[in-house]
């Protein structure tokens, strides 16, 4: 069985087949919101999603925007 090293938050993400892999450090923001919608966009996630999940992640710190991650997509840290 493979090793499942994914984040996610309450009942899960909105997303949870949409995995993105976050090896290494955190990016920063552009970085990080383009790997989400760059997955998000490859799994056929509509265009208005991929618009509100930027607005949610830009709409405050750090913090928040990989919280915003975890709520819209599977993180996986491995």
């Known amino acids: 069985?493979?090793?499942?090293?994914?984040?996610?938050i309450q009942n899960g993400?909105?997303?949870?087949l949409v995995t993105v892999h976050m090896i290494g450090a955190y990016g920063g923001f552009?970085?990080?919101?383009?790997?989400?919608q760059a997955a998000m966009r490859?799994?056929?996630?509509?265009?208005r999603e991929l618009s509100t999940f930027?607005?949610?992640a830009a709409d405050g710190d750090e913090d928040n925007l990989?919280?915003?991650?975890?709520?819209?997509?599977?993180?996986?840290l491995g």
């Not at 970085?31 to 989400?36: L, R």
């Not at 990989?66 to 996986?76: G, N, P, S, Y």
């Open 1 to 8: 069985m493979a090793k499942v090293n994914a984040i996610t």
């Open 13 to 16: 993400p909105k997303y949870p």
């Open 30 to 36: 552009h970085p990080t919101v383009t790997a989400v």
């Open 42 to 47: 490859q799994a056929g996630i509509p265009l």
């Open 54 to 56: 930027y607005e949610e």
């Open 66 to 76: 990989l919280r915003t991650c975890q709520r819209w997509v599977a993180i996986d």
